[in-house]
């Protein structure tokens, strides 16, 4: 196949010139469900550049997600959505990570230094936002709206710390920032917070395992995940949690080495190790070739029950697979922790040999031969149980690029560019998820966020 640079494509891109947007407004909700084939295998120009009309429309939205310091918001910050959509008013804790990502993309691809720097200062501002409301145990808000400081509760002062807390993604955010704008300085007087924050996970949410869990099951990300939604508090060292943390750790370390703090970088890089040793450990399955999420509910309690009778057999597991096929399996390929062996078998049988995720246009968020597969929409909690989120297809990308399936990486990142250029030829705009075989919105018209990783995906295409 012939291999274009995307220098090259961009180029071209800049004499064209972007396309102007086709604009449509169909009324909002759940449309056909009817199942078009997916799109022809991309060609070379269309694995190395973004469609003009979607860069067209990030480009023009941008500016209106980059929000000027309002109500507790001391700090300009980054919003999720467009101005008077949902979540507009709200700070979110990932959403920011990877909004900012995606802003970064939009500069990036455009050559636009101006925005880049106004990027730059919002997310800055994001993160320092965050930690302006830190409590004084390290604990995080996981939202905050411009009005409301910490909506959640989760800072609410109780033991055990049921309340969950911001999902461990501020050192990934910060370094991201260091890499875009070159300094690290500004982080120096906050880096003790960051510290502080690792730390509270420690405290309120580690396993005697050593993999952390939830408290509760409110604001976890893929929010009704089966393998945590609904069940026992502290119960679900969650996948998603421990790979994020796995990344953050990682990102902490390598902050600490350019702020010039060796022994804090040591540290961190080790603990790092240490999480991905116990990923590896509780959460491959070796009968599935699969990562599944681990209940570290089991306890030996015979001393208690039947304190008379002669222990016998020691208990010799702590935790068991909760056997149920989320999108989260393929995150350690995402955090580059898996072995190649793992990596290989998981995607050998639950992506090329089978259609259980992948789908038409993308990754479904849950199997689709698991028993709570559901396409219905949802608000509270937003449906992870089979519609496709652009963040699933980016963190699914990432990982088949990571271990070298590049042309699989290739499709996705294009079947993830055709349906967003569908929905926002048809709507005007972009949607929160999507029906996975028939690529139709299904949820909050006017939704941004995780959707510019599209532009990720092409601006790291090889």
């Not at 580059?336 to 993308?362: C, I, M, P």
């Not at 990486?409 to 996975?436: C, F, I, W």
């Amino acid at each position: 196949m012939v291999q274009l640079s995307r220098r090259t494509i961009l180029t071209g891109l800049a004499l064209q010139g972007l396309s102007a947007v086709v604009s449509a407004s169909p009324a909002e909700g759940i449309l056909s469900d009817s199942a078009p084939p997916s799109p022809p295998a991309p060609t070379p120009l269309e694995l190395a550049a973004p469609n003009n009309s979607l860069l067209s429309y990030f480009s023009e939205s941008a500016p209106n997600l980059l929000r000027s310091a309002q109500g507790v918001l001391r700090y300009p910050s980054i919003s999720p959505s467009l101005p008077g959509k949902q979540y507009s008013t709200q700070l979110w804790d990932w959403d920011t990570y990877w909004t900012a990502l995606g802003l970064f993309s939009i500069a990036s691809l455009t050559k636009d230094k101006d925005l880049h720097g106004k990027i730059g200062i919002h997310a800055q501002g994001s993160l320092l936002n965050f930690l302006d409301h830190q409590a004084e145990d390290g604990r995080i808000p996981i939202l905050i709206d411009v009005n409301d400081p910490d909506p959640l509760g989760c800072l609410k002062r109780q033991t055990p710390q049921i309340h969950n807390q911001a999902k461990p993604v501020m050192g990934q955010l910060a370094l991201l920032i260091s890499d875009e704008t070159g300094d690290t300085s500004w982080l120096g007087n906050h880096f003790d917070g960051l510290l502080k924050f690792h730390e509270s996970w420690v405290v309120g949410n580690q396993s005697a395992t050593g993999l952390l869990v939830w408290g509760d099951d409110v604001a976890i990300g893929n929010d009704n995940d089966p393998t945590t939604f609904g069940r026992p508090f502290f119960s679900s060292a969650n996948l998603l949690l421990n790979c994020l943390y796995y990344q953050d750790l990682k990102a902490a370390s390598e902050l600490a080495l350019r702020l010039k703090r060796p022994s804090d970088a040591a540290s961190l890089s080790v603990r790092a190790k240490q999480q991905g040793s116990l990923i590896q450990q509780y959460c491959w399955d070796p009968r599935d070739h699969f990562y599944y999420t681990a209940d570290v509910q089991c306890v030996d309690r015979r001393a208690e029950l039947i304190p008379d009778v002669a222990r016998g057999m020691a208990m010799s597991w702590k935790t068991l697979p909760l056997r149920i096929q989320v999108f989260t399996g393929f995150l350690p390929l995402w955090c580059g922790l898996s072995t190649r062996e793992h990596a290989s078998e998981l995607v050998e049988t639950h992506y090329r040999a089978d259609q259980k995720f992948r789908a038409n246009w993308g990754v479904r968020s849950l199997a689709q031969n698991e028993s709570m597969y559901s396409l219905d929409f949802s608000s509270n909690p937003s449906n992870w149980l089979g519609p496709i989120w652009i963040i699933v297809n980016y963190f699914v990308w990432k990982g088949l690029r990571n271990y070298g399936f590049v042309q699989e990486a290739h499709e996705l990142a294009h079947k993830t560019q055709e349906m967003l250029v569908d929905d926002l030829r048809t709507n005007g705009s972009l949607s929160e998820y999507y029906h996975p075989d028939s690529g139709k919105p299904l949820s909050h018209k006017g939704f941004l966020d995780w959707n510019l990783l599209v532009l990720e995906m092409f601006r790291q295409t090889d």
